[in-house]
């Protein structure tokens, strides 16, 4: 059985660092047939993805990609996201993702989502 989990902090300040990890159980995250993605929702609005990582390379949504990093630890089977000088407008619940590799709109397996606010 896949399961993915979000964890990190609830609450951030105004140009901070946000940092969050997924842990997943159930698929390696190393394997080629899939890559991990980040999504997040504003609230009242819909999903945005963000970016995601495979084995052998990142990809970030263009208006992020200044402000986004991701990276893994094979070792504890976990992706994480790092979203640099945050806003207000950077509060969401944030989701990670396995997708099919090579499948568009394939994402499978979702993490039951973490909210995070952005505020003083």
């Known amino acids: 059985q896949v399961q993915l989990q979000e964890s990190g902090p609830g609450l951030v300040k105004p140009s901070q660092t946000l940092s969050l990890t997924c842990t997943v159980s159930?698929?390696?995250?190393?394997?080629?047939?899939?890559?991990w993605n980040w999504i997040r929702q504003p609230p009242g609005k819909g999903l945005d993805w963000m970016g995601d990582?495979?084995?052998?390379?990142?990809y970030y949504m263009p208006a992020l990609k200044s402000r986004t990093y991701i990276s893994w630890d094979a070792s504890k089977n976990q992706f994480s996201l790092w979203l640099t000088t945050v806003t207000p407008e950077d509060t969401a619940v944030y989701y990670c993702?396995?997708?099919?590799?090579?499948?568009?709109?394939?994402?499978?397996?979702w993490g039951k989502g973490t909210l995070v606010i952005v505020s003083s």
């Open positions: 159930g698929s390696s995250i190393t394997s080629d047939s899939y890559t």
């Open positions: 990582i495979t084995y052998d390379r990142t």
């Open positions: 993702a396995r997708e099919v590799a090579g499948v568009d709109h394939s994402m499978d397996y």
